[in-house]
């Protein structure tokens, strides 16, 4: 069963343009969300985790928020170089193995 | 934040040989993974690299393919053996966080070809 869908699987803006991605996720007791940039032929990157519904997190042009089905990683007026894949990962159990989304890769045109 | 360090950070293997990824990490952790990924996939974990004991694997993953060794808190290794060319893919190692409060971390990853 899936337990972290991401959505879009794709997207493309123009530079200034913001947008959100999503993911939803269906793991009973959360215990961690967390949002990674991965870019080509590189490691994921950590951006945030989020721990309870209502919480936000910002970084730069990134905001992630939470409820209790899913999350939303914002971007605020994208520039080319936000262009990445964006991963989603939750626990999956006590002992912190992570399940990751299939990502959304974000292209931002100049 | 941990610092984590892979060697190598791509090879090109024969099928039928093994490779063997290290993974040092700047500071004593105690959690540690190893997951892959496949080409166009997202990341599957494969397995927990335990210190002082045998790895804990995930369903569809064995110990005679992907033997680990974590004989301390700061290296470990993961070997692919008795390689197809299904095994291309990016290996990448992670270490978990807990202080304050939870991070994970990856290391660059090493990606392997099998020809």
């Known amino acids: 069963e899936d337990q972290v869908t991401q959505s879009p699987e794709a997207l493309r803006l123009q530079e200034g343009e913001s947008s959100s991605l999503n993911c939803s996720y269906t793991?009973?007791?959360?215990?961690?969300l967390f949002w990674y940039r991965q870019d080509p032929g590189k490691g994921p990157e950590f951006l945030f985790t989020?721990?309870?519904a209502g919480e936000e997190k910002e970084k730069e042009r990134l905001k992630a928020t939470l409820t209790k089905k899913e999350s939303f990683l914002h971007i605020t007026a994208p520039k080319p170089e936000d262009s990445a894949t964006y991963l989603c990962a939750v626990f999956i159990s006590n002992d912190y193995k992570l399940s990751f989304g299939a990502g959304t890769t974000v292209t931002v045109r100049a | 934040s941990a610092v984590i360090s892979q060697k190598p950070s791509r090879d090109i293997c024969q099928r039928g040989t093994s490779l063997t990824i290290q993974c040092q990490v700047d500071?004593?952790?105690?959690?540690m993974f190893w997951y892959r990924q496949q080409p166009g996939q997202s990341l599957t974990l494969i397995a927990t690299a335990n210190q002082g004991s045998e790895a804990t694997y995930e369903s569809g993953f064995v110990i005679d393919k992907f033997p680990i060794s974590r004989p301390n808190l700061t290296f470990s290794t993961l070997t692919v053996s008795n390689m197809s060319p299904e095994d291309s893919s990016i290996y990448l190692c992670s270490v978990v966080e807990t202080g304050g409060g939870t991070e994970a971390f990856f290391g660059q990853g090493t990606r392997l070809t099998v020809v």
């Open positions: 793991v009973s007791g959360l215990r961690g």
């Open positions: 989020l721990y309870s």
């Open positions: 500071s004593q952790v105690t959690m």
